[in-house]
Protein backbone atom coordinates (compact mmCIF):
# COMPACT_ATOMS: atom_id res chain seq x y z
CA UNK A 1 0.00 0.00 0.00
CA UNK A 2 1.28 3.36 -0.91
CA UNK A 3 1.59 5.71 1.92
CA UNK A 4 -0.44 8.51 0.42
CA UNK A 5 -2.73 7.41 -2.02
CA UNK A 6 -4.88 9.53 -4.29
CA UNK A 7 -7.28 8.98 -7.41
CA UNK A 8 -4.96 9.80 -10.05
CA UNK A 9 -7.96 10.89 -12.23
CA UNK A 10 -7.79 12.44 -14.43
CA UNK A 11 -10.77 14.91 -13.40
CA UNK A 12 -12.51 16.56 -16.78
CA UNK A 13 -15.01 19.12 -15.76
CA UNK A 14 -16.37 22.12 -17.67
CA UNK A 15 -15.78 25.26 -16.30
CA UNK A 16 -17.47 26.74 -13.20
CA UNK A 17 -17.89 22.87 -11.90
CA UNK A 18 -17.01 22.23 -8.09
CA UNK A 19 -14.65 19.30 -7.97
CA UNK A 20 -12.96 17.87 -4.81
CA UNK A 21 -10.26 15.34 -4.77
CA UNK A 22 -9.22 13.00 -2.02
CA UNK A 23 -6.32 11.72 -0.57
CA UNK A 24 -5.68 9.02 2.56
CA UNK A 25 -2.16 8.34 4.03
CA UNK A 26 -1.11 5.52 6.34
CA UNK A 27 1.16 6.96 8.90
CA UNK A 28 -0.36 8.18 12.11
CA UNK A 29 2.82 9.66 13.14
CA UNK A 30 2.46 12.16 10.33
CA UNK A 31 2.72 15.97 11.11
CA UNK A 32 2.04 18.25 8.81
CA UNK A 33 -0.29 18.17 5.60
CA UNK A 34 -0.31 20.28 2.01
CA UNK A 35 -1.75 20.73 -1.30
CA UNK A 36 0.88 20.87 -4.09
CA UNK A 37 -0.09 22.25 -7.92
CA UNK A 38 2.70 20.96 -10.83
CA UNK A 39 1.91 22.53 -14.15
CA UNK A 40 2.84 20.15 -16.98
CA UNK A 41 6.96 19.79 -16.92
CA UNK A 42 7.01 22.15 -14.12
CA UNK A 43 7.97 22.10 -10.78
CA UNK A 44 5.39 21.55 -7.96
CA UNK A 45 4.32 24.70 -6.14
CA UNK A 46 2.54 25.22 -3.07
CA UNK A 47 -1.34 25.65 -3.23
CA UNK A 48 -1.88 25.84 0.62
CA UNK A 49 -1.19 23.96 4.03
CA UNK A 50 -4.12 21.54 4.87
CA UNK A 51 -5.23 21.88 8.89
CA UNK A 52 -7.81 19.91 11.13
CA UNK A 53 -9.99 23.37 11.41
CA UNK A 54 -10.33 23.68 7.61
CA UNK A 55 -8.64 26.02 5.20
CA UNK A 56 -10.11 28.07 2.53
CA UNK A 57 -8.19 30.61 0.25
CA UNK A 58 -10.56 31.83 -2.21
CA UNK A 59 -12.14 29.12 -4.40
CA UNK A 60 -10.25 26.89 -2.68
CA UNK A 61 -10.87 25.00 0.80
CA UNK A 62 -9.27 22.10 2.32
CA UNK A 63 -9.63 19.66 5.07
CA UNK A 64 -8.29 17.08 7.55
CA UNK A 65 -9.30 13.92 9.26
CA UNK A 66 -6.97 12.95 11.26
CA UNK A 67 -8.90 10.19 12.66
CA UNK A 68 -9.61 8.84 8.97
CA UNK A 69 -6.17 10.06 7.59
CA UNK A 70 -7.77 11.83 4.89
CA UNK A 71 -7.21 15.06 3.18
CA UNK A 72 -9.31 16.69 0.96
CA UNK A 73 -9.47 19.54 -1.80
CA UNK A 74 -12.51 21.65 -3.13
CA UNK A 75 -11.63 23.81 -5.60
CA UNK A 76 -15.22 26.10 -6.65
CA UNK A 77 -15.90 27.45 -9.67
CA UNK A 78 -13.02 25.83 -11.79
CA UNK A 79 -11.43 28.25 -14.11
CA UNK A 80 -9.45 26.92 -17.05
CA UNK A 81 -6.03 28.25 -15.97
CA UNK A 82 -7.17 25.34 -12.72
CA UNK A 83 -5.68 22.64 -14.88
CA UNK A 84 -2.75 21.25 -13.72
CA UNK A 85 -1.92 18.30 -11.32
CA UNK A 86 -2.75 18.46 -7.77
CA UNK A 87 -0.37 17.19 -5.08
CA UNK A 88 -0.81 15.64 -2.39
CA UNK A 89 2.06 16.16 0.79
CA UNK A 90 2.58 14.36 4.04
CA UNK A 91 5.69 15.42 6.15
CA UNK A 92 6.23 12.58 8.68
CA UNK A 93 8.34 15.05 11.09
CA UNK A 94 10.29 12.98 12.62
CA UNK A 95 13.51 12.99 12.76
CA UNK A 96 13.59 16.01 10.51
CA UNK A 97 11.62 16.66 6.81
CA UNK A 98 10.89 14.08 5.60
CA UNK A 99 8.49 14.05 3.26
CA UNK A 100 5.93 11.90 1.28
CA UNK A 101 4.44 12.83 -1.99
CA UNK A 102 1.32 11.77 -3.79
CA UNK A 103 1.31 10.87 -7.58
CA UNK A 104 -1.09 13.62 -8.28
CA UNK A 105 -4.97 13.97 -9.52
CA UNK A 106 -4.86 15.65 -13.14
CA UNK A 107 -7.58 17.45 -13.49
CA UNK A 108 -8.64 19.31 -16.99
CA UNK A 109 -11.15 22.28 -16.90
CA UNK A 110 -12.97 22.86 -19.99
CA UNK A 111 -14.72 26.11 -22.01
CA UNK B 1 14.73 37.53 -6.66
CA UNK B 2 14.12 34.33 -4.84
CA UNK B 3 14.68 31.10 -6.31
CA UNK B 4 16.40 27.46 -6.71
CA UNK B 5 18.42 26.78 -9.53
CA UNK B 6 19.77 23.67 -11.05
CA UNK B 7 22.46 22.61 -12.89
CA UNK B 8 22.14 21.10 -15.74
CA UNK B 9 18.21 21.22 -16.99
CA UNK B 10 18.83 18.64 -19.58
CA UNK B 11 21.39 16.12 -19.67
CA UNK B 12 21.85 12.90 -21.81
CA UNK B 13 25.02 10.72 -20.76
CA UNK B 14 25.97 7.07 -20.92
CA UNK B 15 26.41 3.99 -18.15
CA UNK B 16 28.74 4.59 -15.52
CA UNK B 17 29.99 7.95 -16.64
CA UNK B 18 29.67 10.25 -13.09
CA UNK B 19 27.59 13.03 -12.86
CA UNK B 20 26.50 16.05 -10.64
CA UNK B 21 23.69 17.71 -10.69
CA UNK B 22 23.96 21.27 -8.98
CA UNK B 23 21.44 23.14 -6.92
CA UNK B 24 21.90 26.46 -5.23
CA UNK B 25 19.37 28.61 -3.29
CA UNK B 26 19.43 31.86 -1.82
CA UNK B 27 16.91 31.72 0.31
CA UNK B 28 19.23 31.14 3.67
CA UNK B 29 16.93 27.74 3.91
CA UNK B 30 18.16 25.14 6.47
CA UNK B 31 16.48 22.17 4.35
CA UNK B 32 17.63 21.32 1.59
CA UNK B 33 16.08 18.00 -0.51
CA UNK B 34 16.41 15.79 -4.08
CA UNK B 35 13.42 14.41 -5.43
CA UNK B 36 12.90 12.31 -8.47
CA UNK B 37 9.69 12.10 -10.81
CA UNK B 38 8.44 9.07 -12.65
CA UNK B 39 5.02 8.50 -14.61
CA UNK B 40 2.87 7.39 -11.99
CA UNK B 41 5.08 7.01 -9.10
CA UNK B 42 4.85 10.67 -8.03
CA UNK B 43 7.86 12.78 -6.30
CA UNK B 44 10.03 10.23 -4.23
CA UNK B 45 12.68 11.63 -1.73
CA UNK B 46 16.20 10.66 -2.48
CA UNK B 47 18.07 12.28 0.02
CA UNK B 48 17.69 15.41 2.39
CA UNK B 49 19.74 17.81 4.93
CA UNK B 50 18.53 19.53 7.60
CA UNK B 51 21.84 21.59 7.91
CA UNK B 52 25.17 22.22 6.37
CA UNK B 53 27.12 18.58 7.03
CA UNK B 54 23.77 17.42 8.40
CA UNK B 55 21.85 14.69 5.41
CA UNK B 56 19.80 11.76 5.59
CA UNK B 57 18.34 9.13 3.36
CA UNK B 58 14.85 9.58 1.87
CA UNK B 59 13.17 6.62 0.28
CA UNK B 60 15.29 5.61 -2.90
CA UNK B 61 18.58 6.90 -1.90
CA UNK B 62 20.25 3.96 -3.93
CA UNK B 63 22.81 5.00 -6.28
CA UNK B 64 22.97 8.54 -5.47
CA UNK B 65 25.10 10.39 -3.07
CA UNK B 66 25.05 14.37 -1.75
CA UNK B 67 26.94 16.44 0.23
CA UNK B 68 25.97 20.40 1.99
CA UNK B 69 29.05 21.59 2.78
CA UNK B 70 27.57 25.38 2.15
CA UNK B 71 23.80 26.39 3.27
CA UNK B 72 23.58 27.67 0.02
CA UNK B 73 24.69 24.42 -2.13
CA UNK B 74 23.33 20.80 -1.87
CA UNK B 75 24.57 18.91 -4.96
CA UNK B 76 23.14 15.25 -6.39
CA UNK B 77 26.14 12.93 -7.30
CA UNK B 78 25.43 9.88 -9.66
CA UNK B 79 28.80 7.74 -9.74
CA UNK B 80 28.11 5.33 -11.70
CA UNK B 81 24.41 6.43 -13.69
CA UNK B 82 22.21 3.31 -15.06
CA UNK B 83 19.85 3.32 -17.16
CA UNK B 84 17.21 2.88 -14.45
CA UNK B 85 18.07 6.72 -13.02
CA UNK B 86 16.65 8.38 -15.92
CA UNK B 87 14.32 10.43 -14.58
CA UNK B 88 13.49 14.23 -13.79
CA UNK B 89 15.00 15.66 -10.52
CA UNK B 90 13.87 18.50 -8.30
CA UNK B 91 15.71 19.96 -5.42
CA UNK B 92 13.65 22.02 -2.90
CA UNK B 93 14.36 24.24 -0.04
CA UNK B 94 12.30 25.37 2.87
CA UNK B 95 12.89 27.22 6.53
CA UNK B 96 9.71 25.65 7.67
CA UNK B 97 7.68 23.34 6.23
CA UNK B 98 6.97 24.96 2.73
CA UNK B 99 9.22 23.74 -0.10
CA UNK B 100 10.24 25.56 -2.98
CA UNK B 101 11.46 23.54 -6.17
CA UNK B 102 13.61 24.22 -8.73
CA UNK B 103 12.91 23.98 -12.38
CA UNK B 104 14.11 20.25 -12.46
CA UNK B 105 16.59 18.50 -14.66
CA UNK B 106 15.91 15.87 -16.98
CA UNK B 107 18.30 13.29 -17.19
CA UNK B 108 18.55 10.73 -19.70
CA UNK B 109 20.95 7.34 -19.21
CA UNK B 110 21.78 5.56 -22.20
Known amino acids: RKEVEQDPGPFNVPEGATVAFNCTYS??????FFWYRQDCRKEPKLLMS???SGNEDGRFTAQLNRASQYISLLIRDSKLSDSATYLC????????????FGAGTRLFVKA | EAQVTQNPRYLITVTGKKLTVTCSQN?????MSWYRQDPGLGLRQIYY???????DKGDVPEGYKVSRKEKRNFPLILESPSPNQTSLYFC?????????FGPGTRLLVL
Open chain 1, 27 to 32: NSASQS
Open chain 2, 27 to 31: MNHEY
Open chain 2, 92 to 100: ASSSQETQY
Open chain 2, 49 to 55: SMNVEVT
Open chain 1, 89 to 100: VVNLGYGGFKTI
Open chain 1, 50 to 52: VYS
